[in-house]
């Protein structure tokens, strides 16, 4: 399975829920085309939940990377909810974890935008 | 740890495919590799560590080496029994050396898109070997051990 992505918009932050695998091909488009809409929308505040991904590769923490360059370039936010123990360590060895901001509850995220 | 050209995998593989040069061969690959180390006993977690390792190790062949060429082709094989596995992935490509590969855990290169397949590799697999082939291709090596039981 692909990722699935759905988006809602929470005040004035958009929150990308995702769900499946973020892998180079469907996955890692799917992710980038979710960032260009909400950027197009004007929606600067992206909270991308990662509650229901079990799976990232190399090109898809590389879409994470870009989603956060691209957004923080636009003057946005970009922050990260619910990782799993996997991606955490995916983070981890990949030094990213304290490139992105991560949250484990997404009230407290989305306050953290204000 | 056991010396892996002492053992007993030395021998024919018990797998060796050959796939094109497209993204499908990265799954179907990855399918392949983890079903059979799940029946030699991995966990959970380490099936999702093979999983990945298997992955990069295609893209890098289909995508990097081969450059999704419609000729060039990547060709895997597998040793498994004892207590480990044992993976080859072969590409067509021009080659390159590990030592170029930049260093992505560098703060320069730290918010880069590419370049950390290779560091997934080496995290997820007991031992990773590199070997540019003469005169074109590259060779991955990458060994997983059964964990104590």
């Known amino acids: 399975m692909s990722v699935k992505l759905s988006t809602r918009q929470v005040g004035d932050v958009t929150v990308i829920d995702a769900a499946g695998r973020i892998t180079l091909g469907e996955g890692t488009s799917a992710l980038r085309d979710a960032i260009r809409d909400s950027l197009g929308a004007g929606h600067k505040k992206v909270l991308l939940n990662l509650g229901e991904v079990n799976y990232i590769d190399s090109s898809g923490i590389g879409e994470l990377v870009s989603a956060f360059t691209t957004v923080t370039n636009q003057g946005g936010q970009l922050k990260l909810l619910n990782l799993s123990k996997r991606i955490q360590d995916l983070l981890q060895i990949t030094k990213l974890y304290t490139v992105f901001e991560v949250h484990d509850d997404e009230a407290a995220a989305i306050r953290s935008f204000a | ?149």
């Open chain 2, 1 to 149: 740890m056991e010396n892996w050209d002492a053992d007993q995998h030395s021998g024919s593989p018990r797998i060796d495919a050959v796939y094109d040069s497209e993204l499908k061969s990265v799954d179907t690959a990855e399918a392949v590799v983890v079903e059979l180390a799940q029946q030699m006993g991995f966990d959970e977690d380490e099936l999702h560590r093979i999983g990945i390792a298997m992955r990069e190790a295609m893209v890098n062949a289909v995508v990097h080496g081969n450059k999704y060429s419609g000729v060039k082709k990547v060709r895997m094989k597998v040793w498994s029994g004892g207590e480990s596995l044992k993976v080859v992935v072969t590409d067509e490509g021009s080659g390159f050396e590990i030592s170029r590969v930049p260093d992505p855990l560098a703060k320069e290169n730290l918010l880069k898109e590419s370049g950390r397949g290779i560091l997934l590799m080496q995290a997820f697999v007991d031992e990773f070997q590199v070997r540019r082939l003469q005169p074109v291709g590259t060779e991955v090596t990458m060994v997983k051990y059964l964990a104590s039981r």
